[in-house]
Protein backbone atom coordinates (compact mmCIF):
# COMPACT_ATOMS: atom_id res chain seq x y z
CA UNK A 1 0.00 0.00 0.00
CA UNK A 2 1.29 3.40 -0.93
CA UNK A 3 2.51 5.56 2.02
CA UNK A 4 2.79 9.30 1.41
CA UNK A 5 4.68 9.41 4.38
CA UNK A 6 7.34 6.77 3.82
CA UNK A 7 9.45 9.68 2.28
CA UNK A 8 8.45 12.13 5.35
CA UNK A 9 11.06 12.97 8.32
CA UNK A 10 9.64 11.56 11.96
CA UNK A 11 9.99 14.40 14.46
CA UNK A 12 8.07 13.50 17.25
CA UNK A 13 8.84 16.52 19.62
CA UNK A 14 8.77 18.74 16.56
CA UNK A 15 12.25 19.68 18.00
CA UNK A 16 13.68 20.28 14.50
CA UNK A 17 10.52 21.90 13.08
CA UNK A 18 10.53 25.45 12.45
CA UNK A 19 6.83 26.15 12.07
CA UNK A 20 6.76 30.00 10.45
CA UNK A 21 8.50 33.35 11.37
CA UNK A 22 7.89 35.25 14.83
CA UNK A 23 9.23 38.84 15.64
CA UNK A 24 7.98 37.95 19.36
CA UNK A 25 10.98 36.21 21.12
CA UNK A 26 13.77 35.09 20.71
CA UNK A 27 16.33 32.27 22.90
CA UNK A 28 19.49 31.24 22.58
CA UNK A 29 19.77 28.51 24.04
CA UNK A 30 23.66 27.79 24.09
CA UNK A 31 24.09 31.09 25.42
CA UNK A 32 21.40 31.49 28.13
CA UNK A 33 19.48 34.75 26.48
CA UNK A 34 16.03 35.42 26.01
CA UNK A 35 14.71 39.12 24.21
CA UNK A 36 11.11 40.01 23.68
CA UNK A 37 11.00 41.61 20.39
CA UNK A 38 14.91 42.39 20.79
CA UNK A 39 14.80 43.44 24.16
CA UNK A 40 16.97 41.86 26.62
CA UNK A 41 14.88 40.11 28.94
CA UNK A 42 17.06 41.72 32.03
CA UNK A 43 16.38 45.09 30.80
CA UNK A 44 12.60 44.27 30.76
CA UNK A 45 12.63 43.11 34.02
CA UNK A 46 14.30 46.08 35.72
CA UNK A 47 12.26 48.57 33.66
CA UNK A 48 9.54 47.89 32.55
CA UNK A 49 6.04 46.93 33.55
CA UNK A 50 3.75 43.77 32.50
CA UNK A 51 1.59 46.19 30.69
CA UNK A 52 4.13 47.84 28.90
CA UNK A 53 5.95 44.55 28.04
CA UNK A 54 2.32 43.21 26.67
CA UNK A 55 2.13 45.64 24.33
CA UNK A 56 5.77 45.59 23.22
CA UNK A 57 4.56 41.39 22.34
CA UNK A 58 1.60 42.46 20.75
CA UNK A 59 2.58 45.57 18.48
CA UNK A 60 6.67 45.15 18.20
CA UNK A 61 7.47 48.57 20.15
CA UNK A 62 6.95 50.15 23.10
CA UNK A 63 4.45 52.31 23.25
CA UNK A 64 4.71 56.25 24.42
CA UNK A 65 3.16 57.75 27.26
CA UNK A 66 0.01 58.17 26.11
CA UNK A 67 -0.26 54.78 24.43
CA UNK A 68 0.68 53.15 27.27
CA UNK A 69 -2.07 55.07 29.33
CA UNK A 70 -4.54 53.69 26.82
CA UNK A 71 -3.93 50.31 26.69
CA UNK A 72 -3.85 50.28 30.41
CA UNK A 73 -7.18 51.80 30.75
CA UNK A 74 -8.82 49.41 28.08
CA UNK A 75 -7.13 46.56 30.25
CA UNK A 76 -8.65 48.12 33.46
CA UNK A 77 -11.98 48.68 31.93
CA UNK A 78 -12.22 44.35 31.48
CA UNK A 79 -11.16 43.56 34.81
CA UNK A 80 -14.78 42.92 36.63
CA UNK A 81 -16.51 40.15 35.43
CA UNK A 82 -20.24 39.83 33.98
CA UNK A 83 -22.77 38.81 36.71
CA UNK A 84 -23.40 35.39 34.91
CA UNK A 85 -19.63 34.58 35.60
CA UNK A 86 -19.66 35.35 39.09
CA UNK A 87 -22.85 33.15 39.75
CA UNK A 88 -20.25 30.06 37.61
CA UNK A 89 -17.49 31.17 39.91
CA UNK A 90 -19.41 30.84 42.83
CA UNK A 91 -20.80 27.96 41.75
CA UNK A 92 -17.56 25.79 40.85
CA UNK A 93 -16.41 22.97 43.29
CA UNK A 94 -13.82 24.57 45.66
CA UNK A 95 -11.52 21.32 45.57
CA UNK A 96 -11.26 21.97 41.64
CA UNK A 97 -7.63 22.56 40.67
CA UNK A 98 -7.52 25.81 39.67
CA UNK A 99 -5.95 25.82 35.84
CA UNK A 100 -9.57 24.20 35.27
CA UNK A 101 -11.24 26.54 37.06
CA UNK A 102 -9.61 28.92 34.58
CA UNK A 103 -10.12 27.54 31.68
CA UNK A 104 -13.75 26.89 32.15
CA UNK A 105 -13.66 30.68 32.54
CA UNK A 106 -12.06 32.18 29.97
CA UNK A 107 -14.40 29.56 28.03
CA UNK A 108 -16.92 31.25 29.65
CA UNK A 109 -16.12 34.63 28.22
CA UNK A 110 -16.49 33.61 24.86
CA UNK A 111 -20.18 32.93 25.76
CA UNK A 112 -20.55 36.87 27.13
CA UNK A 113 -18.68 38.10 23.80
CA UNK A 114 -21.27 39.00 21.28
CA UNK A 115 -18.25 39.74 18.68
CA UNK A 116 -16.49 36.52 19.36
CA UNK A 117 -16.50 35.21 16.24
CA UNK A 118 -15.41 38.26 14.17
CA UNK A 119 -12.57 37.77 12.83
CA UNK A 120 -10.34 40.82 12.39
CA UNK A 121 -6.74 41.76 14.46
CA UNK A 122 -9.12 44.61 16.32
CA UNK A 123 -11.02 41.70 17.36
CA UNK A 124 -9.11 38.93 18.26
CA UNK A 125 -6.75 42.03 20.57
CA UNK A 126 -10.54 42.71 22.11
CA UNK A 127 -10.88 39.18 23.05
CA UNK A 128 -7.00 38.76 24.18
CA UNK A 129 -7.40 42.20 26.69
CA UNK A 130 -10.84 40.25 28.15
CA UNK A 131 -8.89 37.25 28.62
CA UNK A 132 -5.94 39.10 30.22
CA UNK A 133 -7.66 41.42 32.54
CA UNK A 134 -10.19 38.91 33.45
CA UNK A 135 -7.24 35.92 34.70
CA UNK A 136 -6.13 37.69 37.78
CA UNK A 137 -10.04 38.80 38.47
CA UNK A 138 -10.87 34.55 38.66
CA UNK A 139 -7.95 33.09 40.14
CA UNK A 140 -7.82 35.47 43.08
CA UNK A 141 -11.26 34.84 43.77
CA UNK A 142 -11.72 31.45 43.04
CA UNK A 143 -9.08 31.26 46.01
CA UNK A 144 -10.95 33.50 48.46
CA UNK A 145 -14.36 31.72 47.66
CA UNK A 146 -12.37 28.16 47.95
CA UNK A 147 -10.92 29.87 51.73
CA UNK A 148 -15.28 30.63 52.66
CA UNK A 149 -14.39 34.51 51.86
CA UNK A 150 -16.15 37.15 50.34
CA UNK A 151 -15.24 37.81 46.54
CA UNK A 152 -13.07 41.43 46.11
CA UNK A 153 -13.87 42.83 43.06
CA UNK A 154 -11.26 44.76 41.19
CA UNK A 155 -10.12 48.27 41.32
CA UNK A 156 -9.80 49.57 38.23
CA UNK A 157 -6.80 51.64 39.80
CA UNK A 158 -4.54 48.99 40.10
CA UNK A 159 -2.08 47.70 37.51
CA UNK A 160 -2.58 43.85 37.33
CA UNK A 161 -0.02 42.60 39.76
CA UNK A 162 -1.86 44.81 42.31
CA UNK A 163 -4.98 44.02 41.41
CA UNK A 164 -4.47 40.27 41.82
CA UNK A 165 -2.65 40.74 45.20
CA UNK A 166 -5.67 43.32 46.09
CA UNK A 167 -8.41 40.93 45.65
CA UNK A 168 -6.40 38.00 46.92
CA UNK A 169 -5.44 39.16 50.05
CA UNK A 170 -8.37 41.94 50.01
CA UNK A 171 -5.89 44.78 51.10
CA UNK A 172 -3.66 47.13 49.60
CA UNK A 173 -0.51 45.17 48.32
CA UNK A 174 3.54 46.38 49.63
CA UNK A 175 5.25 48.09 47.14
CA UNK A 176 7.89 45.58 46.90
CA UNK A 177 5.72 43.06 46.70
CA UNK A 178 3.56 44.03 44.32
CA UNK A 179 6.69 44.57 42.01
CA UNK A 180 8.09 41.24 42.75
CA UNK A 181 4.51 40.11 41.18
CA UNK A 182 5.18 42.31 38.14
CA UNK A 183 8.59 41.31 37.49
CA UNK A 184 7.42 37.39 37.36
CA UNK A 185 4.89 38.55 34.80
CA UNK A 186 7.24 40.31 32.44
CA UNK A 187 9.77 37.10 32.74
CA UNK A 188 7.16 34.08 32.20
CA UNK A 189 5.23 36.65 29.26
CA UNK A 190 6.69 35.02 26.19
CA UNK A 191 8.99 32.28 25.63
CA UNK A 192 8.82 31.31 21.74
CA UNK A 193 6.64 28.22 20.56
CA UNK A 194 6.69 26.38 23.33
CA UNK A 195 4.11 23.62 23.94
CA UNK A 196 1.20 25.83 25.17
CA UNK A 197 1.76 28.86 22.50
CA UNK A 198 2.32 25.92 19.86
CA UNK A 199 -1.45 24.77 21.28
CA UNK A 200 -2.55 28.28 21.02
CA UNK A 201 -1.49 28.27 17.26
CA UNK A 202 -2.91 25.13 16.34
CA UNK A 203 -6.50 26.22 17.72
CA UNK A 204 -6.21 29.77 15.62
CA UNK A 205 -4.85 28.53 12.93
CA UNK A 206 -8.38 26.51 12.21
CA UNK A 207 -9.61 29.97 12.45
CA UNK A 208 -11.36 29.36 15.55
CA UNK A 209 -11.64 32.43 18.05
CA UNK A 210 -9.32 33.74 20.54
CA UNK A 211 -11.32 32.29 23.50
CA UNK A 212 -10.93 28.89 22.27
CA UNK A 213 -7.42 29.43 21.35
CA UNK A 214 -6.29 30.41 24.66
CA UNK A 215 -8.48 27.55 26.87
CA UNK A 216 -6.16 25.11 24.86
CA UNK A 217 -3.03 26.89 26.08
CA UNK A 218 -4.27 27.04 29.71
CA UNK A 219 -5.30 22.90 29.20
CA UNK A 220 -1.45 22.82 27.71
CA UNK A 221 0.70 24.35 30.58
CA UNK A 222 -1.17 22.21 33.50
CA UNK A 223 1.18 19.51 32.02
CA UNK A 224 3.94 18.60 35.22
CA UNK A 225 6.87 18.69 31.94
CA UNK A 226 5.67 22.86 30.81
CA UNK A 227 4.34 25.10 33.46
CA UNK A 228 3.06 22.37 36.09
CA UNK A 229 6.48 22.16 37.18
CA UNK A 230 6.64 24.69 39.47
CA UNK A 231 4.20 23.12 41.48
CA UNK A 232 5.30 20.17 41.55
CA UNK A 233 9.27 22.26 42.58
CA UNK A 234 7.38 23.36 45.76
CA UNK A 235 5.96 19.63 46.75
CA UNK A 236 8.97 17.96 46.06
CA UNK A 237 10.84 20.92 48.50
CA UNK A 238 8.45 20.53 50.79
CA UNK A 239 8.85 16.67 50.95
CA UNK A 240 12.77 16.59 51.81
CA UNK A 241 13.65 16.45 55.15
CA UNK A 242 15.37 19.26 55.45
CA UNK A 243 19.12 20.54 54.60
CA UNK A 244 21.17 17.13 55.50
CA UNK A 245 18.56 15.24 53.52
CA UNK A 246 19.21 16.74 50.07
CA UNK A 247 21.91 14.95 48.42
CA UNK A 248 20.28 11.66 49.37
CA UNK A 249 16.90 12.80 47.83
CA UNK A 250 18.46 14.15 44.63
CA UNK A 251 20.95 11.13 44.25
CA UNK A 252 18.74 8.54 44.48
CA UNK A 253 16.15 10.76 41.89
CA UNK A 254 18.35 10.40 39.55
CA UNK A 255 19.96 6.80 39.84
CA UNK A 256 16.23 5.92 39.24
CA UNK A 257 16.56 7.47 36.67
CA UNK A 258 13.07 9.85 37.76
CA UNK A 259 13.51 13.63 36.73
CA UNK A 260 13.67 16.07 38.99
CA UNK A 261 10.93 19.43 38.75
CA UNK A 262 12.18 22.57 37.93
CA UNK A 263 15.32 21.53 35.96
CA UNK A 264 15.84 20.60 32.16
CA UNK A 265 14.94 22.37 29.25
CA UNK A 266 14.38 21.32 24.93
CA UNK A 267 15.97 24.50 24.17
CA UNK A 268 18.19 25.73 26.50
CA UNK A 269 21.28 23.72 27.06
CA UNK A 270 23.04 26.82 28.95
CA UNK A 271 21.22 28.13 32.08
CA UNK A 272 17.46 29.83 31.57
CA UNK A 273 17.71 33.88 32.38
CA UNK A 274 14.72 33.67 33.64
CA UNK A 275 15.98 31.15 36.30
CA UNK A 276 18.94 33.30 36.69
CA UNK A 277 16.90 36.56 37.41
CA UNK A 278 14.39 34.10 39.48
CA UNK A 279 17.15 33.01 41.82
CA UNK A 280 18.24 36.66 43.35
CA UNK A 281 14.69 37.43 43.47
CA UNK A 282 13.74 34.01 45.37
CA UNK A 283 16.73 34.72 47.63
CA UNK A 284 15.93 38.06 48.44
CA UNK A 285 11.82 37.61 49.12
CA UNK A 286 12.89 34.01 51.07
CA UNK A 287 14.93 36.36 53.20
CA UNK A 288 12.66 38.84 53.93
CA UNK A 289 9.16 36.18 54.62
CA UNK A 290 11.76 33.73 56.66
CA UNK A 291 11.59 30.98 53.89
CA UNK A 292 15.52 31.32 54.03
CA UNK A 293 15.64 27.32 54.61
CA UNK A 294 13.38 26.96 51.26
CA UNK A 295 15.73 28.74 49.39
CA UNK A 296 19.09 27.07 50.86
CA UNK A 297 17.60 23.65 50.26
CA UNK A 298 16.87 24.81 46.51
CA UNK A 299 20.18 25.88 46.17
CA UNK A 300 21.68 22.42 47.07
CA UNK A 301 19.20 20.74 44.86
CA UNK A 302 20.80 22.80 41.95
CA UNK A 303 24.62 22.25 43.02
CA UNK A 304 24.06 18.89 43.50
CA UNK A 305 22.51 18.85 39.98
CA UNK A 306 25.36 20.73 38.75
CA UNK A 307 27.44 18.55 39.80
CA UNK A 308 25.70 15.14 38.70
CA UNK A 309 23.91 16.43 35.10
CA UNK A 310 25.23 20.18 34.35
CA UNK A 311 27.21 18.82 31.54
CA UNK A 312 24.65 16.99 30.19
CA UNK A 313 23.13 21.09 29.89
CA UNK A 314 20.67 20.32 32.63
CA UNK A 315 20.67 23.46 34.85
CA UNK A 316 17.65 25.29 36.70
CA UNK A 317 14.68 26.27 34.69
CA UNK A 318 11.96 29.59 35.26
CA UNK A 319 9.94 26.73 37.21
CA UNK A 320 12.57 26.33 39.60
CA UNK A 321 13.11 29.38 41.48
CA UNK A 322 9.76 30.74 40.65
CA UNK A 323 8.41 27.60 42.73
CA UNK A 324 10.21 29.79 46.56
CA UNK A 325 9.54 33.11 45.32
CA UNK A 326 6.18 32.46 45.16
CA UNK A 327 5.59 30.49 47.86
CA UNK A 328 7.61 33.20 50.11
CA UNK A 329 4.61 35.29 48.89
CA UNK A 330 2.48 33.75 50.26
CA UNK A 331 0.35 32.35 47.70
CA UNK A 332 -1.26 28.86 47.61
CA UNK A 333 1.09 26.09 45.34
CA UNK A 334 -2.00 25.21 43.25
CA UNK A 335 -1.90 28.82 42.39
CA UNK A 336 1.95 28.57 40.75
CA UNK A 337 0.71 27.35 37.26
CA UNK A 338 -2.39 29.60 37.02
CA UNK A 339 0.15 33.14 37.58
CA UNK A 340 2.14 31.46 34.94
CA UNK A 341 -1.32 31.86 32.90
CA UNK A 342 -1.91 34.80 33.83
CA UNK A 343 1.45 36.17 32.76
CA UNK A 344 1.35 33.63 29.44
CA UNK A 345 -1.61 35.24 28.05
CA UNK A 346 0.14 37.97 26.53
CA UNK A 347 2.83 35.57 24.71
CA UNK A 348 -0.16 33.68 23.63
CA UNK A 349 -2.50 35.95 22.37
CA UNK A 350 1.12 37.58 20.16
CA UNK A 351 1.90 34.63 18.67
CA UNK A 352 -1.76 33.80 17.88
CA UNK A 353 -2.22 37.44 16.66
CA UNK A 354 0.89 36.77 14.51
CA UNK A 355 -0.10 33.84 13.06
CA UNK A 356 -3.43 34.76 11.38
CA UNK A 357 -1.33 37.47 9.65
CA UNK A 358 0.10 34.63 7.70
CA UNK A 359 -1.82 32.02 8.16
CA UNK A 360 -1.67 28.32 7.44
CA UNK A 361 -3.66 25.19 8.90
CA UNK A 362 -1.44 23.25 11.03
CA UNK A 363 -1.66 19.78 10.04
CA UNK A 364 1.41 17.08 10.57
CA UNK A 365 1.27 13.86 9.82
CA UNK A 366 2.07 10.26 11.46
CA UNK A 367 3.54 7.34 10.43
CA UNK A 368 1.04 4.44 10.02
CA UNK A 369 2.31 1.65 11.88
CA UNK A 370 -0.80 -0.52 12.04
CA UNK A 371 -2.63 -3.42 9.73
CA UNK A 372 -4.20 -3.38 6.69
CA UNK A 373 -7.28 -5.35 5.69
CA UNK A 374 -8.44 -6.62 7.98
CA UNK A 375 -11.32 -8.40 7.76
CA UNK A 376 -14.48 -6.84 10.32
CA UNK A 377 -15.61 -9.58 12.18
CA UNK A 378 -16.85 -9.12 16.27
CA UNK A 379 -16.45 -12.45 17.94
CA UNK A 380 -20.02 -13.86 19.21
N1 LIG B 1 16.06 15.76 35.89
C1 LIG B 1 16.91 14.75 35.61
N2 LIG B 1 17.25 14.38 34.35
C2 LIG B 1 16.71 15.11 33.35
C3 LIG B 1 15.85 16.19 33.59
C4 LIG B 1 15.53 16.50 34.93
N3 LIG B 1 14.69 17.50 35.22
N4 LIG B 1 15.47 16.71 32.42
C5 LIG B 1 16.07 16.00 31.46
N5 LIG B 1 16.82 15.02 32.02
C6 LIG B 1 17.63 14.01 31.33
C7 LIG B 1 16.73 12.88 30.84
O1 LIG B 1 16.58 11.87 31.80
C8 LIG B 1 17.49 12.43 29.61
O2 LIG B 1 18.57 11.66 30.06
P1 LIG B 1 19.14 10.44 29.16
O3 LIG B 1 19.66 11.07 27.90
O4 LIG B 1 20.20 9.85 30.01
O5 LIG B 1 17.97 9.53 28.89
C9 LIG B 1 18.06 13.72 29.03
O6 LIG B 1 18.17 14.61 30.16
C10 LIG B 1 17.17 14.36 27.99
O7 LIG B 1 15.86 14.52 28.56
P2 LIG B 1 14.55 14.63 27.71
O8 LIG B 1 13.37 14.50 28.63
O9 LIG B 1 14.60 13.72 26.52
O10 LIG B 1 14.69 16.10 27.15
P3 LIG B 1 13.53 17.00 26.61
O11 LIG B 1 14.11 18.02 25.77
O12 LIG B 1 12.43 16.18 26.02
O13 LIG B 1 12.99 17.55 28.01
C11 LIG B 1 11.90 18.70 29.66
C12 LIG B 1 12.73 18.81 28.37
C13 LIG B 1 10.57 18.02 29.34
C14 LIG B 1 11.62 20.11 30.18
C15 LIG B 1 12.69 17.87 30.72
O14 LIG B 1 13.92 18.50 30.99
C16 LIG B 1 11.89 17.67 32.00
O15 LIG B 1 11.02 16.78 32.05
N6 LIG B 1 12.16 18.48 33.07
C17 LIG B 1 11.44 18.37 34.30
C18 LIG B 1 10.08 19.06 34.20
C19 LIG B 1 10.22 20.56 34.12
O16 LIG B 1 10.91 21.20 34.91
N7 LIG B 1 9.49 21.16 33.15
C20 LIG B 1 9.45 22.62 32.98
C21 LIG B 1 10.19 23.05 31.74
S1 LIG B 1 10.19 24.81 31.58
C22 LIG B 1 8.67 25.15 31.05
O17 LIG B 1 8.00 24.42 30.37
C23 LIG B 1 8.06 26.40 31.52
Known amino acids: ?5 ATMTMDKGLDHTIIGESTKSFIDGQKGVLEYVGIDIDSLAR ?12 NDRLPDADELDAFTNRIRSQYDLPDGMWDALRGLPHDAPPMHVLQTMVAMLAAYDADCDVQSREAEESKAIRILAATPTIIANFD ?11 SADDTMAESFLRMLNDETPGTATARALDVCLILHADHG ?4 TFATMVAIGTESDMYSAITAAIGTLRGPLHGGANERVMRMLQGIDGLDAIEDFVLGRLSRKEKVPGFGHRVYKAIDPRATYLKTFAESIATETSNLELFKMSRKIEEIMESQVGAKGIHPNVDFYSATTYFSMGLAIDLFTPL ?12 AMER ?3 NRLIRPRCQYTGPHGVEYRVDA
Open 193 to 196: INAS
Open 340 to 351: FAMSRNAGWAAH
Open 144 to 154: RLRRGLDIVRP
Open 1 to 5: MADAT
Open 356 to 358: LED
Open 47 to 58: ESTFEETTFLLW
